[in-house]
């Protein structure tokens, strides 16, 4: 049936809007085989009929301009403006909508708004729009402190998506205390304005600043779930009773006599990846790449699958995980704990003198790892090889410190080659957060980048592009990890910002023309800004069967496999690899692409929705942490600009801060986004993206997620004064720094 691709084919469109392509040309990319190819032109005859997509030059198909009303789904910005997404997509894109226009809507409401024109700019039509009906509400829980001001209680909830006060009934003189952190349901919306909704509370988390309470906040703000239901834990409890390596029901590669080591980190409970590495008699090495098999568990349409589906990845919290699989597998049978027999599927490549792949091939094997590193011990063997071995190594057996030591000499060949190819490595700081007892944030340290790390990824990546390229030649649909390339307006703007840093770029951008521009800035001032700049023209990688490569690692061909304990798509993969290990694929029916191209968008939207939870998290610890340094300074990096005020990082924390537009001085500021520059018209001050500067914490929203900023005026003796005092205000009126315990 048609219909199946028509959502599919406009999806893509979409999401490749700059890219015109011709009917076949678009069934490729998408993946569809020549025997759906009819199935797939009539579906896009359909769409032409009823106007979702138009033929435009050489008869390539494009979506159509922006009509009169459209429905889509409301994403209101805390300024006041906002914008709806539309349900099918057009080629303007998103509509603005004004502050004045948004007719009581809240983010994540589907809505229907009528459009009308505002002139070009730039050459391209612009539209506004107003919002004249709410067809179906989106998310009704929220979360804040519990608030009183008269008789009204109300909550203000956190973050920045809703930010209008919730008024609650059903508070009597046994609820909760005021400040206490609760969820709030929504029961009436009211009518906008001055009407504001009002809910009632169905739960009670607990104290605020308390790190289990802040989590489970952010828990129920992104929707996440807590717990598993019981038919998933039977269903865990079930898999893991008979698993029995020693008696499988298919035969299995053995391998438990080989090196293989697992490399994660020191509070690592789950090891889902194991290296082994073999030294051929023609001079050629085989690095084995092994990973947990979860499939072998995880069967398709069981409780464990339906529920792994559902939440798509695992979270990470400090100090807690919410894990896609129940612990019982993720930390019993499908970890490669050293010295235990484990089911693993693996890919064997082997590799010349020179680091290039000669030859690849895929198992279901079984294995036992000799032994568990942590990054830091794999560190330290390296660095002992380089001493001469001179340097102790720690005590480890013999074949531990050989493995090691040639896994580092095959990565720096496999990065060596990697980078050869256009493989694009961005300079940008990481930090992680030290934590006292109570979970309260104290310090801030740079992340850990020795090698070791380093050896692991390129490990990965090497099989994930394997196991992609052999289902490729398969002829098999799967989940990619595609990241397209950078679309034409975010490679403009790339391009004038750079100019105005004194550097160039062609207009039309290949991974290695980033990699000269990173090396032509590596060690200058303005490398930080360009390399920020370079993350932000990024389109964000995604899960599609489109065959679209991955530019940021210069693949034409790649997928996840590495990780089917934290990771859906991998899981599918697995299952795709266990029928090719076992030559049944071509007893299988083609997969449906539309149907992985609307799990891959569900996979992607829960992997945002977990980085956006964990990150969120993050900023608000933090935040906790330097609403006790109001008042001090700190040398800062401008890190973007706004219509309303200049973005500032704190570097030690990488924690960003806004200053106000009016906060700068007295004078005519003049905005470019695109070169990422305000300028006083009066004084010809200027401020860059990149440029150091000197603020003070001026203080802290936790509940909106603020850090607010004043600009600090500069002489010589105030530096003086400002660096003998630690960095610490000294004016009366504001709160010092206070002593860490």
Not at 104 to 126: E, H, I, P, S, Y
Not at 466 to 475: E, F, I, N, T
Request: aromatic share 6%.
């Amino acid at each position: 049936m048609p219909e199946r691709y028509a959502d599919a084919i406009m999806k893509y469109l979409a999401e490749r809007s700059s890219s015109p392509l011709k009917s076949r040309q678009l069934a490729r990319q998408m993946g569809i085989g020549d025997e759906n190819y009819h199935t797939f032109r009539e579906a896009v005859k359909q769409l032409r009929d009823e106007g979702r997509i138009v033929l435009g030059s050489g008869s390539a198909l494009m979506l159509p301009e922006m009509g009169g009303e459209i429905t889509g789904f409301y994403r209101r910005n805390p300024k006041g403006f906002g914008f709806v997404i539309p349900e099918h997509p057009n080629a303007h894109g998103d509509l603005f909508i004004p502050p004045d226009g948004s007719g009581g809507a809240m983010t994540g409401d589907l809505v229907r708004a009528t459009t009308k024109r505002k002139g070009k700019r730039d050459g391209r039509m612009m539209y506004e729009g107003k919002i004249v009906e709410i067809l179906q509400r989106g998310r009704n829980q929220f979360v804040g402190l519990l608030r009183k001001t008269g008789d009204i209680h109300f909550i203000l909830p956190e973050g920045k998506k809703f930010t209008q006060p919730i008024l609650l009934r059903d508070v009597g003189e046994a609820g909760p205390k005021l400040g206490t952190k609760v969820v709030v349901e929504i029961v009436d919306y009211g009518r906008g304005g001055d009407d504001l909704p009002a809910g009632v509370i169905v739960e009670v988390l607990g104290e605020e600043g308390e790190l289990a309470v802040e989590t489970r906040a952010v828990i129920h703000a992104h929707g996440l779930k807590e717990h598993f239901d019981e038919a998933t834990l039977r269903n865990a409890r079930e898999v893991t009773a008979a698993f029995d390596p020693d008696n499988l029901d298919h035969k299995r590669e053995d391998v438990t006599a080989v090196r293989i080591a697992t490399i994660d980190p020191a509070d690592a409970r789950d090891y889902d990846d194991a290296i082994s590495l073999q030294r051929n008699p023609d001079g050629t090495v085989t690095l084995g790449v092994h990973i947990a098999d979860v499939a072998h568990f995880v069967t398709p349409g069981s409780p464990l699958d339906e529920e792994a589906k559902r939440r798509s990845t695992s979270t990470y919290f400090p100090r807690r995980v919410l894990p896609m699989l129940p612990e019982i597998l993720s930390n019993g049978v499908c970890s490669l704990q050293e010295g235990q027999k484990r089911l693993t599927k693996s890919a064997f490549i082997t590799y010349d003198a020179d680091g290039k792949v000669v030859k690849t091939r895929l198992s279901e094997t079984i294995i036992r790892s000799m032994k568990r590193l942590t990054y830091e011990q794999a560190q330290s063997i390296c660095d002992a090889a380089r001493g001469g071995g001179k340097k102790e190594t720690g005590g480890f057996d013999p074949e531990v410190v050989e493995l090691v030591k040639d896994m580092e000499t095959l990565a720096r060949k496999i990065e060596a080659r990697r980078r050869k190819a256009g493989m694009i490595h961005l300079d940008l700081p990481a930090i992680d957060l030290v934590l006292d007892d109570d979970g309260k944030v104290i310090d801030a340290v740079p992340e850990d980048t020795s090698y070791s790390h380093t050896i692991i990824e390129m490990f990965m990546v090497e099989a994930n592009e394997a196991v992609a390229r052999k289902l490729r030649a398969a002829g098999r649909g799967f989940l990619r990890r595609i990241h397209p390339d950078p679309d034409d307006e975010s490679g403009k703007d790339l391009g004038a910002f750079v100019k105005a840093c004194g550097q160039k770029l062609p207009k039309s951008m290949t991974p290695k023309d980033i990699q000269a521009l990173l090396a032509s800035v590596k060690g200058k001032p303005e490398s930080y800004a360009v390399n920020l700049a370079v993350l932000k023209t990024f389109q964000q990688a995604q899960y599609s069967p489109m065959e679209v490569g991955h530019f940021a690692l210069a693949s034409d061909c790649y997928c996840h496999f590495t990780s089917p304990i934290r990771r859906y798509p991998d899981l599918t993969v697995h299952r795709l690899m266990a029928e090719y290990c076992r030559k049944q694929l071509n007893d299988k029916p083609k997969e449906d692409i539309p149907e992985l191209m609307e799990l891959g968008r569900n996979c992607t939207a829960a992997e945002r929705r977990s980085e956006a939870a964990e990150s969120e998290l993050r900023q608000v610890l933090i935040l906790q942490f330097l609403a006790t340094k109001e008042g001090e300074i700190f040398d800062g990096v401008i890190t973007g600009v706004a219509n309303f005020g200049i973005f500032v990082q704190w570097p030690k924390y990488l924690c960003e801060g806004l200053i106000r537009l009016e906060d700068l001085g007295d004078d005519w500021w003049q905005v470019d986004a695109k070169t990422g520059a305000v300028r006083g018209e009066a004084t010809g001050r200027t401020f860059r993206m990149g440029d150091g500067i000197r603020v003070r914490v001026l203080g802290v929203d936790v509940a909106r997620r603020q850090l607010n900023l004043l600009p600090v005026k500069e002489t010589a003796s105030s530096r003086k004064r400002e660096t003998e005092s630690g960095g610490k205000s000294k004016s009366k009126g504001k709160k010092g720094g206070k002593k860490r315990k």
